[in-house]
């Protein structure tokens, strides 16, 4: 496997023409350097998460190479540092080497080793800050609602939720399973004048026809068989607040007709009486299906459908939005590394280009339970997870085709470094086309872009 070089490095040695030689060798191999005669200088100018790699001499006066290497590591222990000596110490290699420096190389070497040297400390450097970029991303969310994500569709999402949720319109909110409906339902809630009152959930799907009734909108006592006290119904336990009705497309078709009545009067009648009860409630609706086919063939009610169809939000799956997975990712593996009591690992680029390959038909839920298990270190797939997996026989030849572009053009633009001019010249494409196909996949080309500045 070939290096890439180029990159910053900070060179210290007081040996002017030493000094002088190298730099010269390391911009020839495309590095920027920086060069010092003494440690002290490059200390001072040494930036926080510096985004490259330090190289210094160990015989130096004042700071030598190995006093140097102990201040730096105690200011950024993950920053490669490679020593040069011409006094070969094998027992003072040996040392540097368990104390965590990088590499320790004997004078006079090869000008080509010290520059590939270099290029796999900047690699490794470039994770190290990568994945500290990701998991300050992911510590400045709020733990309990993550909207996680950058890509337009998930951006022009979080816009839509601002701009209704402070209203009082009921909203239909539709997405494959896992996407995350709960949590925009109680975005909505919580971002709204209702966050004040309850946040009623209740999963249609998973209750009984015998009971969905009793649960919607409440029973006397004696109602029917089995209720022995009163119930106040999720309707009315909503009151001033938010109603989250997951899987609507579950309720029966009797049932429907009982809760537009609802939605129509915001009043409800509880099972057993015939009190009319008002009550403010907006209502959340959820649907795997698209209601309006469903309403077409007679499965759900049509009236109830564009009762609920006032605003409709529709969630992209995971795979629409793959650029969002290495910070979905990152926070996920952080929540779960609070929760199990341990250190998140490093998160190779391999392994997660391997996770931005795959399909997620359970979306982000399902992302959310393999951090978990990469976490725990239960993860098979954690070191062969490079290649994408082979398309699935329900897919169209049309999903294939998207799905192999957005990988040649995510791969090109990592090749490029985000390099828009070289990207388009080794794909074909003219520059709109280029820039078409960005939006098309949710493709941001930032996040190629290597900064040698700083992370």
């Known amino acids: 496997m070939s290096l890439e070089t180029g990159g910053s490095v900070f060179l210290v040695d007081d040996d002017r023409d030493l000094r002088r030689a190298t730099s010269q060798t390391l911009e020839l191999a495309g590095y920027d350097v920086q060069s010092f005669s003494r440690a002290r200088e490059a200390l ?13 001499d160990i015989r130096m006066p004042e700071v030598d190479g190995l006093q140097l ?69 992911a510590e400045a969310v709020d733990d309990d609602m993550p909207m996680l994500g950058n890509t337009p569709a ?44 309850n946040f009623v959930a209740l999963n249609c799907g998973a209750l009984p026809e015998t009971v969905i009734e009793s649960e919607l909108f409440g029973h006397e006592a004696g109602a029917f068989t089995g209720a022995q006290k009163k119930r106040i119904g999720r309707i009315e336990h909503a009151d001033k607040g938010t109603l989250f009705l997951d899987e609507i497309e579950s309720i029966p078709l009797s049932t429907q007709v009982k809760l537009l009545r609802v939605l129509e009067g915001r009043v409800v009648t509880p099972l057993g009486t015939n009190e009319v009860r008002p009550v403010d409630f907006r209502v959340v609706a959820a649907a795997k299906e698209d209601l309006a086919v469903s309403s077409r063939e007679g499965k759900f009610r049509e009236d109830l459908f564009y009762r609920l169809n006032v605003v409709s939000i529709s969630i992209p799956p995971l795979r629409e939005r793959r650029d969002d997975i290495p910070l979905l990712f990152t926070y996920f593996a952080g929540r779960a590394a609070q929760r199990f009591r341990k250190d998140v690992p490093d998160i190779k680029q391999a392994y997660m280009r391997g996770l931005q390959s795959r399909d997620w038909p359970g979306n982000v839920r399902e992302l959310s339970h393999v951090a978990e298990r990469f976490v725990l270190g239960l993860d098979e797939d954690a070191g062969k997870a490079e290649s994408a997996p082979p398309a699935t026989s329900q897919e169209t030849l049309s999903l294939r085709m998207d799905r192999l572009e957005a990988d040649i053009i995510r791969q090109t633009l ?12 080794q794909l074909g494409i003219a520059r709109k086309t280029f820039y078409d196909k960005l939006s098309r996949h949710g493709i941001s080309r930032a996040d190629y872009i290597r900064d040698d500045s700083g992370p």
């Open 44 to 56: 001072a100018a040494l930036p926080e998460d510096f985004a490259g790699v330090v190289v210094s």
């Open 69 to 137: 290497f102990g201040e730096i590591m105690a200011r950024d222990p993950d920053l490669p540092v490679i020593l040069i000596t011409g006094h070969g110490d094998i027992p003072m290699a040996v040392q540097a080497i368990q104390n965590g420096v990088y590499d320790f190389i004997a004078k006079p070497f090869p000008a080509d080793y010290l520059s590939l040297t270099i290029a796999r400390a900047q690699e490794k450097r470039a994770l190290v800050l990568e994945n500290r970029r990701l998991r300050r991303l």
């Open 154 to 197: 998930i951006t022009r999402l979080r816009q839509t939720l601002r701009q209704i949720a402070d209203t009082d319109v009921d909203v239909l909110v539709t997405g494959e399973t896992g996407t995350g409906k709960e949590v925009v339902a109680n975005l909505l809630h919580q971002w709204g004048r209702r966050k004040r009152g």
């Open 414 to 425: 990592e090749h490029c470094n985000g390099d828009v001019r070289a990207t388009i010249e």
